[in-house]
C-alpha cells in the first residue's frame, strides 16, 4: 500500500477550511498532516464543530517546521492574506490548493481593481483555475490551483455549454446564498435575527465573484460583461443560480441535448428535467443544473444548485486535490 | 358618526382571506359583518388562525341573504371560481375587491392564454386594477376592483419610474417569495421539510403574473415582453423582486431623484439608500425600494420588498376599499 | 387635551430598548423625549433597525440635560451597568423602568449569590416587581419598577393561579426560546449558522431567571426549589414554558376553571383549550396559556407562551408605564 | 465474496423508508431488492427525494413474488397495518425489521390501550425491542425486530445508566422534534407556515411512545410512571430530549464517569461535556448525551440529541439488519 499523501488545512477554523479537514480526516489517500489556525488555536477542531468530528488541533502556524513534513497545503485564508503565504510554500515545493481568490485572476490589473494590490503577481503565471470540469487535466499537472469561488462554480457549470457554443449574448445571473456563504464571523449580518425570515440582496452592484466568472466566460469564448448580483436568504448551505440568458441569435437547438452532450460522464454533474432546488445537493459536490427556454421571449433560463460549503468550496479543494495527486477523482467526496 | 360601511370576507379561511377579515375586524369605518368560506365553515376564525383574534364564525355563502347586508364584498377565491361569484354580487349592486386573477387582465385573449376560458368577460370593463400608486382616482369611482397579483405589485412599484420616463430596454425580473404565497393548501410543496433550507424556481418559464406585470408597463408606456421567474425561499411572508433593466439609451439622469420625484407623498412607498430586506416591511402595507446603476455595464438593478400577504393581497385590499369609501388612505393599515 | 409624558430610552440600541422606543414613538400619552446608546451613536434607530420607523437618531447620554426634562426613563441596560445610572435617574427625581436584572431580586444576598456585587442596594426597597397581573395597584404607586425577566413573565403567569391555591408541589420549567432572547452580540452562539435547524440547552443548571422565578412563587405562598432549563431555538420571537407541576395533594379540581377565574379580566392573559404557540403571540403583550392533568401520573402540566420582546420585555415595560402614569393599561400596546 | 443480503423497503415513499432505502442501497452486504409503496407507485424514488439518488421504482406490494426473492424486509407501515404485512412476511420465513409501533410494546393489553386491537398478538413473543445499545445479542439472533419509536431512543439512552444502577426516582421528559419527525403528510400541522417560527407541544397528555419508555425503563429495574411531552420545533431533522430526574437517593457518586463507563466501547454514544445540539448530529446514528447534576436541588438533568430520521428511525434499521445478518454493526452508517 502506497504512503498517503501528507497534507495540511492552513486556515482551518473557519467553515471552509474546517470541512475541508473533515474531508481529509477521512480520504483513504490523504493523511491530515496538520491544521493551523490564526483564531482558536490549541482548541481542537471537535469542539469548534462537533458534527465534523475531527480529533485534531488547531496550532500556530510554523512554516518551516509544518513544510518539511508536507506534500501539500489547503490554504484558506482572506484574499490578501493568502498570497504570502502561498509563495512561501512554494518556494518550499509544497503543492498548494488556494481557496482564496488571490491566483483566480489571471489578469493582475483586473484583480488589483476588485480587491487590492497583488501581495505575489509573480506566481500568478503557474497558477490553474480548479474547476475541474473545465480544467482537468491541467489541474493534473499543477502545483498552484486556485479554487474557485461558489458562485463562478454554479455560473460556470450553469453557462458553460452556452458559451463554448457561441450561444451567449446577454447574462444576468441573479445569485441566492445560504448564510454559511457569508463566513464564520459573527456580524450583524450574520446574526440569525437578521438573516431569519429575511432576502436580500449585498455587494450591489459590484460583487467581487463578477470579474472571475467573467474571466472563465471569456476562456470559452464568451468575452462578455455580465451582470451578476447576490442574495442572501435564510438557510444554512445551499447556492442556487439562476442565469438569465440573451442567445447570441435565435438559436433552435435543443438545449437538454447540448447539455446532456457536454456533461455526459462527468461524476459531478446533475441535469434535472425541472428546476433544482438547493435540498437537493446539500453535503454533496454535485451540481445540478436544469435549463429552460422561454418560447416567448427567445430568452434561456438556467439554473445551477451547488451547496456552497462542498461543491463551492471544501469538496471541490478535496476534487483538485486528487486531480493533483493521480487519485479518483471522486475518492473521499462521492 | 356615520355608519360604518358593511363588508363582507367571502373565502375567508385562506390565508389572504383571512388577514383582511383581520384588517376590516379593527377598522374604525367597516363592520366585519360576515365570514364566508368554502371549507370549515362553522368554525371560528381565531381557531384556525387565533393570531389574527377574529372571533367570528365562518359561514356558508348565502348570496341573497348576505348581498342584501351588504355595502361590499372582498371575494378571495381561486381564479375561475372567482368571476360568476363576482357577477352576481355586481348584479345585487354590492362593490367588490377581487383578490383572484379574473379582473386583472384586460384582455380577454390573454386572460384566456394564460388562465382558462372567462367565466364573465362582460365585467372586464369596468374593473380597475387596483394598484393606488397608480390609479387613485379610478379607484375612488370603482364598483370593482382587481387587487394585483404579489409580484406584480412589487415589481410595477419598482419599475413604475423607469417605464413612465420610457427609460425601459429589457426587463428580467428574479422574485423570491416567502411560503405563505403557495397558499394554505398542505400539499408537498408547502410541507415544511421540502421548503425549509431550501430555495428553487417554479412555474418556469411561464408564471402567470407575467402578462399582469406586461400589461401594466404597457399601460405606462412600456409595451415589453419580460422575463419573470419567481423563487420559493424559506420564510412565512415576504416578497423580494430583483429588476435588472436595460435601459432604453444611455440615459444618465439621476435615478434617486427620479425614484423620489416620483414618489414624493406616497405613504406606502418607501426609499432605501441600500437594498432592502422583505423584514424591513414585514406586516406592513409598504412596498421598499432601492435603485443602483452598474456603471460597467449601463444596466440598472431595481429592488422592491413587500409583505406578499399585506401589500401583495390583504391590506392592499383595505387600501383600496378605503379610496372606494372615501376613508383615509391608510386606515386600518399605518 | 394634557401634556403627553416625557419618556427616554436609555441604551435603546439593543433589542429590547429599541422596540420599546418604537412602541413609545407611537404612543398616545408619552413623548419619546430622547435615545440614547452606548454603541452606534449618531445613527437613526430606523437605520439599525428599518422595521421600526423611528427616525431619531441615538445620542450619548447627558445625564443632567437628560434628566431635566424627563418624566419617565426606560432603561435597558446590562445588569450591574443598571443600577447606577437608575440611581442617579432616581436622585433627579425621574420615574424608572428598568429592564435589568438589578431590582428584579428583593433580597440583595440572593442578587450576589447570581449576579455580582449589587451596585446601588439601598434601591431595592424601594422597586417595585412590574409583572402587572400581580402587582398592579402597587406599580400604580411605583417610581422604580423592575421589568421582570421574560422567562419568569411567562412561567408566573402559567403557575400563577395553582401557586396562589398552595397546589404546587415540585415544579420543573422546560423553556424554549427564538434567538432574539440572546441579544444584539454577534457571537457564536446568534450566528445564524450555530442557531439555524438546531436546538439546545444552555446555563445548565443554573440559569439566572430561576432565582426570581422563586422570590415570586415564594411571595404567592409557594416556597419552592425550581428546576429551571432554558433552550434556544431556531425562530426570532417567541418564547414557551413547559411547567411540569408535582401537585402538592391530588386535588381532584376543575383547573380549566381555576385559571379562568384566576385570570378573568385581564386583557393580556388568553387560556387556550390546545397546547398553545408562540406564533399565536407573536408582535402581541399576551401570554396564552393551557393547563392539562395527566390522568395517569397525577402531574399537571401548564404551558405559557409569550413573545420574549414583547410581553418578555418591551410591551411589558410600556404595560408598566401606562400603569405608573394612569394611562390606559392598554394604550399603545393593545 | 459472499453474495449479498436482498432486502426490501415495503413502504419506500415515507421518510423513514426512504431513508432506509438510501443506506441500503449503498451497503456493502446488502442488495436492495425491491421497494414497495402504498402511494407513487411507478416513481422512481430519486423523483421523489432527488437528494437520496435511489434509482429505483416504487411497486405495489406482491407479496408471494417479492418474499420468494427476500432474506429480510425493512416495514414502514404505520402501526394497526404493519402487523398483518409482518405476519405474511414472518409466514414467508423473511426476517423483519418493523419501523411501526406494533410490536415494540410487549403485554398486548398495554398496546391496545394506547394504540388499536392488536393484529397479530401471537407474534409479540418472538419481537426483540431493537436498541442495539440494550439488546445487542438478542437482535442477532432475531428474526423480527422491533425499530423503537424516535423519542424513546433518545430517551432510553439517555436515562439507561442511571435506571440500570437503581437510581431513578421520578421522571419528566421534555423532548423537542424537528418537523420530518411528523412524517410526509402534507396537514396543516406541516404546513410550512404552521411550523415556521413556531414552537408548541402536541399529543398532551397522552404521547404514544410513553408505554414505550415505561416498559423499557422498567426492565432496566426502573418501573416507573414517566411524564413525556413532545414539542414540535422549525427545524428538519433533529431530536432533543430534556430529561428531568428526582434521584432515588441523595446519590453523590460521580454521573460523568458512570456514564463514561456505561457507554464505553459503544460506537454510536458520544458523551459530551455541555449540552448537545442537535446540529451536532445530524445525519448520524449517534446519539450524544450530557449529564448535568443541579447542586443546589439534587436534581440531575440528561440532555440526549438524536437525528430523528437516522438513530431515531431509518439508521438504527441499518444498524439492526447488521446485527441481524452478522455484518460489523457500522456498516452502512458509520
Chains 1, 2, 3, 4 share one sequence.
Request: aromatic share 6%; glycine share 8%; charged share 25%.
Amino acid at each position: 500500500m502506497p504512503r498517503r499523501h501528507r497534507v495540511a488545512v492552513l486556515g482551518a477554523a473557519g467553515f471552509a477550511g474546517a470541512l475541508t479537514a473533515r474531508l481529509l480526516y477521512r480520504h483513504p489517500s490523504f493523511e491530515l498532516a496538520a491544521l493551523t489556525a490564526r483564531t482558536d488555536v490549541g482548541r481542537r477542531l471537535d469542539e469548534l464543530y462537533p458534527h465534523h468530528r475531527v480529533p485534531l488541533t488547531l496550532e500556530d502556524l510554523d512554516l518551516d517546521r509544518h513544510a518539511a513534513r508536507l506534500d501539500a497545503a489547503v490554504v484558506a485564508y482572506p484574499h490578501g492574506a493568502s498570497a504570502p503565504l502561498v509563495a512561501s510554500l512554494r518556494e518550499r515545493d509544497v503543492k498548494v490548493v488556494d481557496l482564496s481568490a488571490d491566483f483566480r485572476l489571471r489578469d493582475r490589473d483586473v484583480y488589483e481593481q476588485w480587491y487590492c494590490e497583488h501581495p505575489a503577481p509573480g506566481l500568478l503565471a503557474e497558477a490553474v483555475y480548479g474547476l475541474p470540469e473545465r480544467y482537468r487535466s491541467e489541474i493534473a499537472s499543477a502545483s498552484l490551483v486556485a479554487n474557485p469561488g461558489c458562485y463562478p462554480t454554479a455560473a460556470l457549470l450553469a453557462l458553460g455549454p452556452l458559451a463554448r457554443e457561441g450561444l451567449l449574448g446577454d447574462v444576468v445571473i441573479d445569485a441566492k446564498s445560504g448564510v454559511s456563504g457569508a463566513g464564520r464571523a459573527a456580524t450583524d449580518k450574520t446574526h440569525f435575527v437578521t438573516a431569519d425570515e429575511n432576502v436580500n440582496a449585498y455587494s450591489v452592484p459590484r460583487h467581487r465573484h463578477t470579474p472571475e466568472i467573467e474571466q472563465e466566460l471569456a476562456a470559452m469564448g464568451a468575452p462578455l460583461r455580465i451582470t451578476f448580483t447576490a442574495h442572501l436568504v435564510p438557510l444554512d448551505q445551499g447556492e442556487l443560480v439562476s442565469c438569465y440568458v440573451t442567445m447570441h441569435d435565435r438559436d433552435e437547438r435543443d438545449l437538454e441535448r447540448l447539455y446532456a452532450d457536454a456533461y455526459r460522464g462527468e461524476p459531478f454533474v446533475e441535469l434535472a428535467a425541472g428546476p433544482p432546488g438547493v435540498r437537493d445537493v446539500r453535503d454533496t459536490n454535485i451540481c445540478r443544473i436544469s435549463v429552460h427556454r422561454d418560447a416567448r421571449t427567445g430568452r434561456v433560463i438556467v439554473f445551477g444548485a451547488i451547496d456552497n460549503l462542498w461543491k463551492g468550496a471544501a469538496s471541490q479543494v478535496v476534487q483538485n486535490l486528487n486531480l493533483m495527486f493521480g487519485c479518483g477523482e471522486g475518492e473521499g467526496i462521492a
